[in-house]
Nanobody, 125 residues
């Protein structure tokens, strides 16, 4: 299984970025997927998740209304659209998948077995 995250970069506050997570060896059509982030000196934290059906999405409170997680089962890719970015969104962003398919909502790093390499997002004030 490989998860390849991309799309990070440097953006001014108020700007937007779209992260992508291309999966191989794991069909996102039958796996719940998640995005996490880790700022320097801090623990990795949950950002957003999507059910394997794609019909349910969930977010940490600090990004609700600004970030949107989605997926394309044909491209086997998960996305994180980030709007109205703030300096406190600066972190390395990781996509992740659990070990079990057809499963529920996952909020904790221990729920996930597969991780991408991370992509840096820097928001300047």
């Amino acid at each position: 299984v490989q998860l390849q995250a991309s799309g990070g970069g440097l953006v001014q506050a108020g700007g937007s970025l779209r992260l992508s997570c291309a999966a191989s060896g794991l069909p996102v059509s039958i796996y719940a997927m998640g995005w996490f982030r880790q700022a320097p000196g801090k623990e990795r934290q949950f950002v957003a998740g999507i059910a394997y059906t794609g019909s349910s999405t969930y977010y940490t409170d600090s990004v609700k209304g600004r970030f949107t997680i989605s997926k394309d089962d044909i491209k086997n890719t998960v996305y994180l659209q980030m709007n109205s970015l703030k300096p406190e969104d600066t972190a390395v962003y990781y996509c992740a998948a659990p070990s079990r398919s057809h499963s529920g909502h996952y909020y904790y790093t221990s729920d996930y077995n597969y991780w991408g390499q991370g992509t840096q997002v820097t928001v300047s004030s």
